[in-house]
Each structure stands twice: as C-alpha cells, then as structure tokens.
C-alpha cells in the first residue's frame, strides 16, 4: 500500500490474496474497490478505511455527547453536540431521546427521570437505534455513562458522590442523578 | 404586477435598467453560424479555475470560474432533516442563487422558476453519485451562488463540477466525482461549452453529467432542436472533456488536502 491521497472513484490498488473488509470511506462495486473519499486508505485492524475526522450523523452504536433540553416524566430530549469525539458545527444539533427504560440497566421501572437528569446536564450515552423520524434512541444503561457534568441549584458545578448522587461543594448538598463513572477510576 | 413582487426587505433597483452598450460590441454580428468560431477552436472548453475549501464557515466549498461564469458553491451537513417523515436515505438539497448583477440585465433577489430549474438540474447530476445511503434521516444542503452568469448551460455544468468538488471537501461519501460539459450545435458543427451569445444562436444545446472514474453518466439535458445523430456526437465530445475537468478538479482536491 502506498501512502498516497485518493479521490472518490479511484481504484484503491490491492496486494494480493484476499479482498480485505472494506470500512468507511470505501466501496466495491464490479470488482474493483474504489474510495468514496479523499484521503489515504489505512489499515485499521484487519479492515481497511480512510479514516476521516469529519463531523457525521450518529449511528447506532456511536458515542455522543449532549446536554439535556427538555425532560418529561417519560423521557429526557438531548442535543447532541458531539458524535465519536467530533464536535458537530454550532447550531447543526442532533436530537436524541433517552426513554425511561434506557436510563439504567437494573431496576427499570422504578427510574424516575426527574432523579437522573436535570436540564442542561451534559450527558454521554450510546446511540441504540435510528429512532423515530425526530431523534435518535440514546441509552446510558452502563456504568461509564450518564451525567458527565452538571451545575447544582447554586449555580457552581457539581462532583459525583456515587453513581445516583451528585454533592455541590458550595452548600453541600446532595442531588440525584445517574452519574458516569469516571474515566481512569 | 411590479407593486405584486416588490421587495421591501432590499434595496430595489429602478423599475428600468438598460445595459450599458461599449465601443466596438457592435462589431459583433448576432448570428454566429455559419462562420467559424472566435477565439477558439469548436471542441475547445473556457479555461476552468477551481478551488476548494474558500467559504470558511461551510463543511466543504468549492469555486470555479470559466471564463466569465463565476459560481461558489457551498456544502452544509449531513444534518438532521427537519421533515417530521423517517427516511432510510438522506436527502440532496440543491439551492441556486442568482446574484442581482449576475446577468446583463439585474435580476431581482427572489427565487424565481429558473433558479429552480437550474437546481434540479445540478441536484440530478449528482444524486446517483452520493451515497445517500449510508446518511439515515440526514439532509445535505448545496447552495450555488453564480455571481456571474454567461450562459446558462455553462452554468449549471460548472455548478455541477463545484458542487462536486465541494462535496468532496466536505467529506461526504460519493461513488465518484461528477464531470458536466455542455455542447451546442451551431449549422452542422458542434461547439463545446458555449458562452450566451453563442448558446442563443445555437439551434440545440445539450448538457451531460457523469461520473468519468466509473465511466458512467449520470444527467443529459437537452434543449432545442437536434438530430439523434447530433446528440449522440455532443455526448461523445463531452465525455471526451470529462477527462481534461477530472484533471482539474483532482488537482484541486489534492492542493486542499494536502494544505489541511
């Protein structure tokens, strides 16, 4: 493979033996596998793509970040601002929906939303599905996801106590929320 | 009918405008055919100037400039499509706007039944080259600016092969860069990519779009008066240029991508 940049439509020349999986930013068509992109196409494991750090739509499985916009007994609206670590353009938002059976994996019918998030919370979470024709279907059913950052009633930002509570350091006092576990614990 | 379409948001022009007339465009006669063409040879293309990557704000642009057209081209998204409908593959939206001074006489900033027809042309151009769908519920926006227009056929194929580009730049997934080149035939020859008088003095001009990666087209528009025999010989001469505007465009492309 050489390192040299692509265009879409050109033929991605191939060593010898087996087709390697192809990833995004490549397709096969005829017989010949050409790139869809510009770039250079790297091996990413055993599959070969052309990586690329563009913002893109969510898909199931992608990592985002968003805070909460609106809340109802049912369900937390988010607006999603970043998808896999990209950061979308201002104002180009995704919407994303965590249902009240999505929040947490155990004990799922006793979540109250009002107990887990609040608005403007920044919450990572993990795209389930395509959803509806309005957002896409977000779950924090893990340890590692959840709110991430929060601001309390006195204004000032929030440290995680537990995985349910949240402490302000400013009056002490406690709020609930399905926190994240932090990264490096 | 003027107080119908009066636009109070800008700052209207008068009611009547003439163009100005200079020195010595008299001299030139208002039929063309029949004598050869000035200023070059029948199968030959304006000079083409692209570059990607001019409009800061936009996910990927493009600008292109033949000759005397003049176009910019601007690509936002995927982003989420405001329908309230679910669709399986994204949506290509193609805006154009003619700049007031686009044309010799001023064009009012309202969209208007050309804007759309040149808009559903470029957007037919590049549909089958986009891979729509791999982007689920998502809508592109392209928006055409042709800031100076000779030739409305040479505006929608440059349109064409700057929307392309631009797409690139923005990252978006595409089968293969679109090429457009437009061809009239004047009596019994045909003349490539014609400028406005040349275009209004043909008896039929043709638009092709296609992808030259792939050998495959994806758009011909024809217009006017034309043999079959004529048609398929301007479809033959256009894709023969295809390979002159890949270069153009590749090289390009391959300038913006290294800078960033």
């Known amino acids: 493979m050489s390192s040299d940049l692509v265009l879409p439509g050109q033929p991605i ?21 050409r790139a869809s992109l510009v770039g250079v196409p790297r091996y990413e494991g055993s599959a070969l793509a052309i990586p690329r750090t563009r913002p893109h739509p969510p898909s199931p499985d992608s990592t985002v970040l968003g805070f909460v916009s609106r809340l109802s007994p049912q369900q937390a609206v988010l607006s999603i601002t970043v998808v896999d670590g990209v950061p979308l353009p201002p104002g180009e938002e995704f919407t994303g929906v ?5 929040v947490r ?8 939303i009002a107990d887990c998030f609040r608005g403007g919370d920044v919450v990572k979470g993990l795209v389930i599905s395509l959803g509806d024709a309005r957002s896409y279907y977000v779950t924090t059913a893990r340890n590692d996801l959840g709110v991430i950052f929060a601001t309390s009633e006195a204004g000032v930002t929030m440290e995680p106590v537990s995985w349910q509570e949240m402490r302000c350091p400013r009056t002490g006092r406690i709020e609930k929320r399905k926190c994240a576990k932090p990264e490096g614990l | 009918m003027a107080q119908n379409n009066f636009d109070r948001r800008r700052i209207n022009g008068p009611e009547e405008s003439f163009p100005p007339v200079f020195e010595g465009e008299d001299d030139i006669p208002d039929t063309l055919s029949g004598k050869p063409r000035a200023g070059r040879n029948p199968g030959d293309i304006r000079p083409i100037f692209l570059k990607a990557g001019l409009i800061s704000q936009a996910n990927g642009s493009a600008y292109i400039e033949t000759a005397r057209t003049k176009i910019a081209c601007a690509v936002y998204g995927p982003r989420q499509s405001k329908t309230t409908v679910y669709s399986e593959n994204g949506r290509l939206n193609v805006e154009v706007k003619f700049t007031p001074f686009s044309c010799t006489r001023r064009r009012a900033p309202i969209r208007d039944a050309e804007d759309r027809s040149v808009a559903a042309q470029i957007q037919q151009a590049l549909l089958p080259a986009v891979r729509l769908d791999l ?11 042709i800031i100076e227009n000779d030739g409305i056929e040479g505006c929608i194929a440059s349109g064409s092969v700057a929307a392309s580009a631009a797409l690139a ?9 679109v090429m457009s080149c437009a061809a009239s035939t004047l009596g019994k020859e045909i003349w490539l990519d014609p400028t406005e008088k040349e275009a209004q003095a043909a008896s039929g001009s043709l638009i092709l779009a296609g992808m030259p990666a792939l050998d495959t087209i994806t758009s011909v528009w024809q217009s006017g008066r034309m043999t079959p025999a004529q048609a398929i010989q301007c479809m033959e001469v256009c894709q023969e240029r295809f390979v002159d505007i890949h270069s153009i465009v590749a090289q390009a492309l391959l300038d913006n991508a290294q800078v960033t």
């Open chain 2, 169 to 177: 730049d923005a990252g978006i997934e595409m089968l293969g860069l």
């Open chain 2, 135 to 145: 982007l689920p519920k998502s809508t592109i926006d392209i928006f055409v600016t």
């Open chain 1, 98 to 102: 965590i249902r009240v059976q999505d």
């Open chain 1, 105 to 112: 994996a155990t004990e799922k019918d006793k979540v109250k």
């Open chain 1, 13 to 33: 020349p191939l060593p010898r033996g087996p087709v390697p999986q192809l990833a995004g930013g490549i397709y096969s068509r005829d017989g010949h596998v």
